[in-house]
């Protein structure tokens, strides 16, 4: 199966407005926190490719910011880029209308929760592989 998966980098961060950056973008160990979640998707090999769904406005702005990242961390993967909309679903259906012609099934993240692993995007493969039309993963809530 040629799996992708969209990645929405593209929200407003409106419950953060104090924060000069959107929350997908502050840097965490380094990288902006939408980059933690691709590099365990480049990392599973069930998974092709990537769109990022980024603001409109600061398209080219993160297009560069992929490549530069790419460059200087790694792995090189297969990606592509599209328009977040005003709302999350316009987000995904941009998203969707990126992914190549090949592409049988889409796994889509939010790219201001960096915290997934492989072991959970691996758990979303195989409840899809094992007939699901559609898999939500839930993990344990943590009283925060």
């Keep these: 199966m040629n799996t992708w998966t969209l990645l929405l980098a593209a929200g407003r961060g409106t419950r ?12 965490w160990q380094g990288m ?16 092709h490719g990537v769109v990022f769904v980024f603001p409109a406005e600061s398209m080219d702005q993160n297009c560069r910011m992929v490549h530069e ?3 200087e961390r790694g792995p090189e993967f ?3 880029a599209a328009p977040g909309g005003d709302q999350r679903q316009d987000s995904v259906r ?14 889509v993240h ?8 492989a ?3 691996q758990r979303v493969i195989s409840g899809l592989d094992a007939g699901a039309a559609g898999v ?4 344990p809530v943590t009283d925060t």
């Design 78 to 80: 297969e990606w592509r």
């Design 110 to 117: 939010d790219a201001a929760r960096p915290f997934l692993t």
């Design 119 to 121: 072991d959970l995007v």
């Design 94 to 107: 941009s998203g969707l209308k990126a992914l190549p012609r090949s592409c049988d099934r889409v796994l």
């Design 16 to 27: 953060l407005k104090e924060l000069k950056e959107k929350k997908q973008f502050l840097v």
């Design 136 to 139: 939500v993963p839930g993990i």
């Design 69 to 71: 990242l790419i460059r």
């Design 32 to 47: 902006p926190l939408f980059w933690h979640s691709a590099m365990v998707f480049a990392r599973v090999p069930q998974i």
